[in-house]
């Protein structure tokens, strides 16, 4: 199925690892060019920079400047027609609400919902004055379904949301589309990772990482993680032209985690 993303122009945030690295491919293999952006690289992005299609920007995106830093690096491509916003992180807070400090919760604003904030008001122009454009937005079931041990974290995935959601509103008259892709746990660092959620949880707990992750996997109906490919074929539906009518929209993507009646 073509998607009609050839010879188009996307920026990725978080670019170097995880989701948002398997965006980044999926993008180049539909024959986007793409502006990568992440703190660090990684081998992986690397060989995608190789391949020509790919522009690696090494960039603070919690910082106030670092997303609009991020866009300009695109501005010489003469086009900008699709943002991913996928930067995120969380830390789980075993030791319950009231040991969450003001600066935690403010780091888990800034780079869940001000990252994409700013990113979004970076690229906006540009779109605007074209009359087209794609934004997809990472964001993920704990905008509703909230757990006490990431409370900033779901809280600012719910907001993350809800600006999406309205913000399609103002901007989708003039040709740009805002949706929302809302996974479960996925099979990268931010959960099973050293630094991941299922170790911290394991050495709050006692108990073994591998233990927790599948005790985690085992909620969902299917019995697993999500795949960052998953993610990643589902998001450049939504950037391409096969999904012309859609915005507005937020889409769950966890196995059957969340049941609904």
Known sequence: ?????TGKVAVVTGASRG???AVTRALVEEGAHVVAGSRRTS????????TGRVRSVSVDLSTPDGPAELVSAAADLGRLDILVNNVGSVSPRMNGFLEVTDDQWLTSITVNLMAAVRTTRAVLPTML?????AIVT????NAFLPDPTVPDYSAAKAALTNFSKALSKEVGPAGIRMNTVSPGPVATDLWLGDGGVAAAVARATGGDPTAVSAAA???SVTGRFTQPHEIADLVVLLAG???????????VIDGGLITTT
């Open 1 to 5: 199925m073509d998607l009609g993303l």
């Open 129 to 133: 004055a074209a009359g087209r454009g």
């Open 138 to 141: 990472i964001s993920s079931v």
């Open 217 to 219: 996997a085992a909620q």
């Open 19 to 21: 989701i948002g690295l």
């Open 43 to 50: 081998t992986e992005l690397t060989a995608l920079v190789d």
């Open 241 to 251: 032209e096969r999904a012309g009518n859609t915005t507005g929209a937020d889409f």
